[in-house]
C-alpha cells in the first residue's frame, strides 16, 4: 500500500500561482509514476500531470501544459505541482495518484492505484 497526503490547495485569484504537494508514505518503492488529476463538480476526474518516477519525465495536459510544472523529490517521496496563471476553470478538486507499474494510458483514472483524499483549488475571476 502506498498511502498519499496532498496539501496547498486554496483560494487565489485568476492569474495568481499556487502550489501543491503530495507526500507519499508506505511501499514507495511501488511508485513508477505519479500524478495528479482534478475533478470539478458534476464533471469526470480528468488528468493533469504526471511524473516518471525514475526518469523524472513528465507529461501534461493541454490545458496546463507551459502554465504549470510537476516535480518531484526521489529522497523525500514527494511531489510537487506548480501552477502559474490560474484561471477560473482551474477551479476543483485536485487528487494526488500513483500508478504502480507501466500499463495503458496515463490519461485514465483507472490506471492509477493508489489516491490521496484530494485539496480543494477555488480560482476567483
Known amino acids: 500500500q502506498v498511502q498519499l497526503v496532498e496539501s496547498g490547495g486554496g483560494l487565489v485569484q485568476a492569474g495568481d500561482s499556487l502550489r501543491l504537494s503530495c507526500a507519499a508514505s508506505?511501499?514507495?518503492?511501488?511508485?513508477?509514476?505519479m500524478g495528479w488529476f482534478r475533478q470539478a463538480p458534476g464533471k469526470e476526474r480528468d488528468f493533469v500531470a504526471v511524473?516518471?518516477?525514475?526518469?523524472?519525465?513528465?507529461n501534461y495536459a493541454d490545458s496546463v501544459n507551459g502554465r504549470w510544472t510537476i516535480s518531484r523529490d526521489n529522497a523525500k517521496n514527494t511531489m510537487s505541482l506548480q501552477m502559474n496563471s490560474l484561471k477560473a476553470e482551474d477551479t476543483a478538486v485536485y487528487y494526488c495518484?500513483?500508478?504502480?507499474?507501466?500499463?495503458?494510458?496515463?490519461?485514465?483514472?483507472?490506471?492509477?492505484?493508489?489516491w490521496g483524499q484530494g485539496t480543494q483549488v477555488t480560482v476567483s475571476s
Open positions: 495518484a500513483v500508478m504502480s507499474f507501466s500499463r495503458g494510458s496515463f490519461y485514465s483514472a483507472n490506471n492509477y492505484d493508489y
Open positions: 508506505g511501499r514507495t518503492f511501488n511508485i513508477y509514476g
Open positions: 511524473i516518471w518516477w525514475g526518469t523524472g519525465r513528465t
